[in-house]
Nanobody, 126 residues
Framework: VQLVESGGGLVQPGGSLRLSCAAS??????????IGWFRQAPGMERERVSC????????YYEESVKGRFIISRANARNTAYLQMNNLTPDDTGVYYC??????????????????WGQGTQVTVSS
């Protein structure tokens, strides 16, 4: 399974970006996978941002992004999205998507069999 993120870039505070995560693989189907978006700021540990579960599309948002970010998935296209609005400099970092058939009991992917993308840089600066 391969994950490829796209949509990052430089944006001014208050702006928006839409990240995409395209999944592919032999006979791969995204339907039952739990999907998560994570980010890592310079000098910081990677943190969970938002997740969406496989079967019932239950969502999770980290407190600081609630009301600004929207996670979604298009199973037919094997693609996940993260719509990011009203961005602030604190949102700067490398954003990664991850998928797993296992969850943390909620919506987020966990486990040694989690697949990760290579990341896309998001920079919020004036």
């Amino acid at each position: 399974v391969q994950l490829v993120e796209s949509g990052g870039g430089l944006v001014q505070p208050g702006g928006s970006l839409r990240l995409s995560c395209a999944a592919s693989g032999s006979r791969f189907a995204l339907n039952n996978f739990n999907i998560g978006w994570f980010r890592q700021a310079p000098g910081m540990e990677r943190e969970r941002v938002s997740c969406i579960s496989g079967p019932n599309e239950r969502t999770y948002y980290e407190e600081s992004v609630k009301g600004r970010f929207i996670i979604s998935r298009a199973n037919a296209r094997n693609t996940a999205y993260l719509q990011m609005n009203n961005l602030t400099p604190d949102d700067t970092g490398v954003y990664y998507c991850a998928i797993s058939l296992y969850s943390d009991g909620g919506s987020c992917p966990v486990g040694a069999s989690t697949y990760w993308g290579q990341g896309t840089q998001v920079t919020v600066s004036s």
